[in-house]
């Protein structure tokens, strides 16, 4: 829809799995054969792509990569997603401060769930795990590093989880795919109190947004996540254009800000409040 906006064709392709490096940089290289005037790369691992990127660029070919820190070398978009992690980890401990402010140390325990298969997600999950780390009332008691974003795996690793520990009553999971398929199985507990669990994650779709109206109703257990403040595919097409067509655009690092949403209660903390030089 914003490529028809814009006038632009655009050909979206992708490898079948995050962990596909190799794949995705046989596409870069059969973009770059196809002469476009831009590609907008969200590399997996861009030291794998560097040479792909450098061959485009000397081919007069615009290249725009989002997701990454130390992009220097061409026009990116960075969205921090250690800030993003972390943020998730402060919206979880202000939703404790609020319905429980009395937890003691070591009481609340915690699943996470998580993916660390590409450099973004790693530092997502060290985010979050730091900011887990410095409250004391979370017990982390189950976590795993292989979440796929996929409805089941959410399921499946949810079932884990509490299989393992039944007396877990939070759950991070990093991507808001995967979270519907962690409120699914909550849902599947016969005689389930949605009160006593609470989902967070980082993203949000037409998903996150109908789990959101059934927790408020009391029919699940989504209590928030952390999204940035634009819709990051347009954006990303917006910068691309301006490029192409000569506006001015700044060179490097155009941040995204993250904000809460939540399931019906208050927060207002974005990551422009986040002190940097924990990171």
């Not at 914003?2 to 995050?18: D, M, Q, R, T, Y």
């Not at 794998?48 to 070398?73: N, T």
């Not at 402010?101 to 009481?107: F, Q, T």
Request: charged share 20%; aromatic share 10%; glycine share 8%.
């Amino acid at each position: 829809e914003k490529a028809e906006e814009l006038g632009c064709s655009i050909n979206f392709v992708g490898p079948n799995s995050e962990s596909d490096i190799a794949e995705q940089v046989q596409e870069l290289n059969s973009a770059i054969n196809q002469k476009p005037d831009a590609i907008g790369l969200a590399a997996l691992d861009t030291s794998a792509c560097l040479d792909a990127i450098g061959q485009a660029q000397d081919a007069g070919i615009l290249v725009l990569i989002y997701g990454c820190s130390d992009a220097g070398y061409a026009l990116s978009t960075f969205g921090d997603q250690w800030t993003q992690g972390y943020m998730a980890g402060e919206v979880m401990y202000q939703y404790l401060q609020q319905t429980n402010p009395d937890a003691e140390a070591g009481s609340i325990k915690v699943a996470m769930l998580q993916t660390r298969e590409i450099t973004p997600m790693v530092e997502k999950a060290t985010g979050m795990d730091d900011s887990v780390a410095s409250h004391e009332e979370f017990n982390v008691v189950y976590t795993s590093d292989s979440l796929k974003d996929l409805v089941d795996d959410g399921y499946n690793q949810a079932e884990n989880a509490l299989t393992y520990d039944p007396e877990i009553t939070y759950i991070f999971a990093q991507n808001c795919i995967p979270t519907l398929g962690v409120c699914n199985y909550i849902s599947s507990i016969p005689n389930v109190d949605y009160d006593n669990y609470n989902v967070f994650c980082t993203g949000e779709d037409e998903t996150t947004r109908e789990l959101y109206e059934l927790t408020e109703a009391g029919e699940a257990s989504l209590r928030g996540t952390v999204q940035s403040d634009k819709n990051e595919g347009e954006y990303m097409q917006d910068l691309l254009r301006m490029a192409i067509t000569g506006e001015a655009v700044a060179p490097y690092e155009l941040k995204f800000v993250f904000a809460a949403i939540t399931a019906g209660w208050e927060y207002d903390y974005t990551s422009a409040d986040v002190d940097q030089s924990l990171n």
